[in-house]
């Protein structure tokens, strides 16, 4: 019979990530002409603070750079069938590497305040001051450009792809199995397939939650700690220049290097877990699903559900049931499950 109506893309991009991607690059830009214009007034005016503080945004604009690539990558290979399923993922590859990019810069800001705590210099507060302010100022535009507030329901853009779709598989003439040997299928009958999709409003579905995007999260947090540390050495500064604490300024460096490396340690375990398909990243889903379709009488005997993008899991359910029906019915079950974008159900018939 004609199957094309039952084709379907893998797009599973995040739901804003061409506004992202635009929002990131104007980030670098800022970035980028408040480093050049440190480094280069620091070099005329033989400044050696605002020529640190241009090498340390060099740094930030580095590791947001990967955050625009990674999104520019993941849009033009939204539909390379070399993805299995999709690129929705660069973005938290490229947020684990981004993350280790932030603990290696946690790791320097330490290193060097320890180095000064041991041989304290001399500081021209004025100057530094004003530095650390005009670095704040760019940071507090960035953060409002990159801030994700994870409310935004739309389609996944880069594709108009269909926020959900769904594979069920039902067997016909299997032989009888007992509950739990998901791991024999033996399916000698016609096998018949249903694909559903969801996500356009004109299908009386809703389109899939925003997720949390990790590409852009971690173009924030290099953000952010780039504006701790601006604020940190402001407040150092200014108790240094009314009391002469040349220690304090060390010392805020050695809190603002724990501090992002908090942060990197979070944003590492959150990406790592997603890239391994950890089940910690979607448990709530899982025990959504098993609440869904599990009666006296149906027994969800395999379950995988991994994360595919922003806003978007896949999942792979196995049912055992004495008294089975046709896959779309297991599907309508989970139509209308926030962020479930990739289906597919096995049916596996029982002995009573």
Do not use: C
Not at 54 to 62: C, I
Not at 199 to 209: D, I, L, N, V
């Amino acid at each position: 019979m004609p199957t094309e109506h039952l084709a379907h893309e893998h797009v599973f991009l995040g739901a804003d990530h061409q506004r992202n991607e635009r929002r990131v690059w104007l980030v670098i830009a800022l970035t980028a002409t408040m480093m050049v214009a440190e480094i280069a007034a620091g070099s005329i005016y033989g400044s050696m603070a605002l020529v640190a503080d241009g090498w340390h945004m060099s740094t930030h604009a580095g590791a947001m750079l990967i955050t625009a690539l990674a999104y520019l990558y993941a849009r033009h290979q939204a539909r390379n069938p070399r993805f299995t399923f999709g690129t929705g993922k660069l973005g938290d590859l490229a947020g684990f590497a981004s993350a280790i990019v932030l603990a290696l810069i946690a790791l320097l800001i330490g290193w060097e305040s320890l180095l000064r705590l041991a041989n304290p210099v001399q500081i021209s507060f004025s100057q530094a001051i004003a530095v650390a302010v005009a670095g704040l100022a760019v940071n507090l535009v960035s953060a409002f450009l990159l801030k994700d507030d994870h409310q935004h329901l739309g389609h996944s853009h880069g594709g108009h792809s269909h926020g959900a779709h769904s594979h069920a598989a039902h067997s016909h003439g299997a032989k009888a199995q007992p509950a739990g040997g998901h791991h024999h299928h033996d399916h000698d009958g016609q096998s018949h397939e249903a694909h559903g999709h969801e996500g356009h409003s004109h299908h009386g579905h809703p389109a899939p939650t925003a997720g949390i995007d990790n590409n852009l999260r971690s173009a924030y947090l290099h953000v952010m700690a780039d504006a701790l540390t601006s604020v940190l050495a402001i407040l150092a500064l200014l108790a240094g220049s009314i009391y002469g604490w040349l220690w304090l300024d060390p010392a805020m460096g050695i809190v603002g290097a724990l501090v992002i490396a908090r942060w990197s340690y979070g944003l590492i375990r959150q990406t790592g877990l997603i890239l391994i398909d950890a089940t910690d990243a979607v448990a709530d889903l899982q025990s959504e699903i098993r609440q869904r379709i599990e009666t006296p009488q149906e027994t969800i005997t395999d379950l995988h559900v991994w994360q595919v993008g922003p806003g978007h899991n896949a999942a792979i359910v196995a049912i055992a049931t004495a008294n089975p029906h046709p896959p779309a019915f297991y599907k309508e079950k989970l139509a209308k499950l926030s962020g479930l974008s990739h289906l597919t159900v096995e049916v596996t018939p029982v002995a009573a």
